[in-house]
């Protein structure tokens, strides 16, 4: 009998529900192969940062092991991905609809994977639902004070972007928006990426931090909003009872490497790791990246909660 092209996908499965305001919510789901404890239902859940989708995590949900005890689950926050939304979105959207996906699939507890904006979702989301949280894994979270480049201009212009959304949502719900946008497989992309760092020995930069090519394959509307939320102030760091790790790029254009060390501090039960990146770890540092947040994630035993 031919096997699978692709193993994992055969058994991670496409799912989604309609939420109460209409918006469709998609994400993809591996069951543990070892199977949970009756009671115990958990997950780890990979969030993606912005002008992104789940494809982020195509990768490592493949390669992990975490699968042999944890439901993996990675979602396409509304307005990403195959959550096609052009509505009103944000942290706290996200938080509700995250709440509503594990209800949706009967996990009590998680481990919340998040990367740049996926990291500050994951920050309010054990905020505001500590006991639905093991344990929390933030690659690249974006800090306000730490921030620099694009994202420190866009923080500076947060009132102004804020004054547009309206206008946007309002012409998105008269029709009046782009028919067509561009497919985006982050895995691909990652993909061609590291064949140009092979060749040159450069990571091609200008592509991951391009608004144009973002805006190929994501509404204004959306866009605005993440950066809305990324450059949102975080919950209290010394409120987050969860434990925490997170992993920071030594050389990213997006934060200051020291201010976001000396913030995170704060972190009750933090531990920090730098990786050699230009703060697309998933990208440029996959393999450290998964072995680190598996290493982690063995610290929370089923039989053994955190």
């Known amino acids: 009998m031919t096997e699978p092209a692709n193993p994992t996908a055969a058994l ?24 949970a404890a009756p009671g115990a239902c958990r997950a780890v859940v990979l ?19 975490l699968t042999e005890q944890w439901d993996v689950l990675r979602i396409d926050l509304r307005g990403h991905g195959d959550s096609s939304f ?28 998040g990367h740049c904006l996926g990291a500050n979702l994951a920050l309010h989301f054990a905020w505001h639902h500590p006991n639905e949280v ?18 420190a201009w866009a923080a500076r212009l947060r009132p102004v972007l804020a004054a547009a959304v309206p206008l ?13 946008l561009l497919p985006l497989d982050l895995e691909k992309l990652d993909g061609a990426a590291r064949e140009t ?4 020995g450069k990571f091609p930069e200008a592509r991951f931090a391009s608004v144009r ?32 790790l997170v992993l920071l790029a030594r050389g990213s254009g997006f934060s ?19 990786l050699d990146a230009q703060h697309w770890i998933p990208t440029e540092q996959p393999v450290a990246m998964r072995l680190a947040i598996e290493r982690w994630c063995a610290r929370f035993k089923l039989d053994n909660p955190a």
Not at 136 to 146: A, C, K, N, Q
């Open 12 to 35: 991670e499965q496409s799912r989604g529900f309609e939420t109460g305001t209409g918006a469709h919510l998609a994400y993809r789901l591996r069951r543990a192969s070892g199977g």
């Open 47 to 65: 969030l993606h940062g912005m002008a992104s989708n789940s494809t982020r995590w195509t990768e490592f949900a493949r390669e992990t092991s």
């Open 86 to 113: 052009r509505g009103r979105v944000g942290l706290s959207v996200w938080c509700d609809d995250l709440a509503a996906v594990l209800a949706q699939e009967g996990i009590a507890q998680a481990v919340l994977v």
């Open 134 to 151: 093991v344990a929390l894994v933030l690659i690249e979270p974006m800090l306000g004070p730490s921030l620099r480049g694009a994202l």
């Open 168 to 180: 946007l949502l309002a012409l998105a719900a008269c029709g009046l928006h782009r028919r067509t």
């Open 197 to 200: 760092l092979a060749v040159t």
């Open 213 to 244: 090519e973002d805006l190929k394959s994501f509404p204004l509307v959306i866009y605005l909003q993440d950066l809305l939320a990324v450059t949102a102030v975080l919950p209290p760091l010394t409120e987050i009872v969860a434990p925490t």
């Open 256 to 274: 200051t490497l020291e201010q976001t060390r000396r913030h995170l501090a704060a972190l009750p039960q933090g531990e920090l790791t730098v």
